[in-house]
Each structure stands twice: as C-alpha cells, then as structure tokens.
C-alpha cells in the first residue's frame, strides 16, 4: 500500500474543496489495479462524491443548514455558534470513500469529482490521507 | 483484483434496484477473502446495504422525499422538475460502499441488500463497477 | 486479510457504541500496512467515525430522531413504534467502513472514534466484523 498526506487550506468559511486531481495524480504514480482510499483524519470534515460546480455545491451547503442547522440546539459547544452541527455531520458524510482504481485511473464517472465538505470555519487547514491498495 | 461492469436498467421512476445476487455471483467465480468495492459512476446515484420488500423501500424513498424535496429550491436546474435533490443525494447516499467476502461469499446480514438507490427519473440505464480485492 | 467478528451487547436503548480500541487492538497484532474495514451484518445498525463524549453522541441521537421520527409513519411495522425508522437509518449511516492502517495503527485523527450507532431498542447484542487487508 502506498499513501500519502494532502494538505488542504479549507479557509474560513463553509467549504466544499475539489480533490480529484489530486487523487488522481497520486494513483497515476503507482499505476496498476486496485482501490484508492480518501481518509480525513478530522472529527468535522467528509468526503463526497459529488458533480462540482453547476450549483450543486451551494445546493449541498444550504441542505446541510436545513438537515444541521447551525443554531443553539447543540450540547457540544465551543468556538463558533452551531459548532456542534460540524461534529454529527461525518455521520452523515463519512470521512471517508472508497474509489476503484483501473490502470492507474480513477474509476470515476464524467461528472464525478472527490471533496472535502468542511462546515467548520474554526479550523483552516485540512489534511486527507490517500491510501492506494493495489493487488500483488 | 478482478473487477466488471454491470449494466442495470432503473427505468423512468425513483427506483431502488436490489445487485446481491450479481454481487454475490461476481465474488463466487473468484473465491477466496477479500473486500468487495461497489461503485456507481454516476453523479445521481448512491449504493446502500439495507433490507429490501418490507416496506423499507418506501420509506427509503419517502425519507429522501421529506430530506430532498423534489420541489425548486435547488441551483442545479436542468431535466425534470427538483432534479437537482438528485445531484445532492449522493453526498448522503454514497456512490459506493465496501462488503468483505469470505471464502467467496459476501459478509452480509441475513436481511441485508446490496441496493443501488436512484432519485433521477432521467437516466433510465445505470453502471455499477463491481471490483473484488484478494489477498494473494 | 485477517478476520474476526466482535460481540458487542448495545441494549434496550438507542446507543453509539464505542469500538476504537477494539479496532486498533485487531489490527496491531497483525501490523503493517493496510485497509480496515469495519462491517456490521444489521439491517438496523450503521457504522460513523465520530468524536464521542463531548455531547456530540446526544446530538447524533437528537438529530436522528429530528431525520427520522419514531413515529407511526413508517411502512416497516413491527416490534416497538418507530421502528421503520431503523431500516432507514443504514442508508443515511452505512453499516461500514473503511479505515487506513499504518505500521499496526490506526490512520485516524485525535479525536475521531469509530462507532457503532443503533437506534433499535429490540435487538440487545450486536456482531461486528472486522477486516484488515493488507498489501502482501
């Protein structure tokens, strides 16, 4: 297994961060078959498998206000108000996925993209892990 | 690792569309242990392990309805009316999720399904990658 | 890949079930490098990667009563009120997961635990499975 530390700057606001190049080239330098693993080592972050960039990012940020909204209703509370709804959201958007990998490419769809869904503003940098398990 | 496209057809209608049995028939021809990755390359569609026929299904569909309304909230507009919630889904609902396969078996529950869960009545014919990892 | 399965008794009361240890404590007596996957064979039980025990398990529990009422909505009628609610929950909380095992340990960040979340009041004991693959 080959794996490797990505470091994101998320910065200071709700934040969806497009990784796909990034999984990508990290695949394409082992090559070969097998399966890519995308872990955020963050108790407030997750990764989605999303189209990016026609609206669907605002439509996510405004369904996870609507699911988690960010008021007083949580008991974890410290740093920003509604801090607590970034500490259930992994349960929704785990922080992490699985990605098949074909010849050194990522076995996406056209409209597929990897992100980093971050609803915590406190904290600005990121890591993800990328793990790639290949058979023999 | 082996892996193979299967080709579904999920029609005009939300659909979810029970793949155990091509799963489990996919890990058989190879035997042995190892992790199964289903993955659907697709923007609007998401992989869930639940149990199917009693009523579940519904209420799978009926949950997605009061989460994701099919109404015009959302930015990503094209197709069908609410098509958007479509492409919000798959942040809730994964496009994949891996099984462990035991001597050529899945690790499933007795009442748990492989299920491919579609909101898109617009795509009526569906790939899943189905990738099957062994230790040599 | 090792595999073993876990008991776990979660009860009569919805319940986040901490595993971590458990986890780590499987994959240090193989070591090396590799992919876990921790699978729950339940149609009424999911697998989160949470930071518990500053109030965040309650949150995770309130915003799952707020998601999916235990109320008579359900179509899946049986044992005790709600319980329909259980059925779905899985598709929102995948009953797996899958973690990065560096040098026998756990690629998880400080304060992430992997738990596992069951609303069902009927169903006292649990089994988990645990599958470590490693590159040979």
Known sequence: MRTQILELHTGGSE???????????????TGGDGLLNVFVPHSTAGVAIIEL??????????????????????????????????????????PQTTVPVLGGELGLGTWQSIAVVDLNVDNPDRRVRLSFLTSS
Chains 1, 2, 3 share one sequence.
């Open 15 to 29: 934040s969806i961060t497009d990784i796909t190049r990034e999984c990508g080239d990290f695949v394409a330098r």
């Open 53 to 94: 960039g026609s609206g669907s990012d605002d439509d996510l940020l405004a369904t996870l206000d609507d699911l988690l909204p960010a008021d007083d209703r949580w008991r974890h509370r410290h740093g920003s108000p509604g801090h607590g709804r970034s500490h259930v959201m992994p349960a929704l958007i785990p």
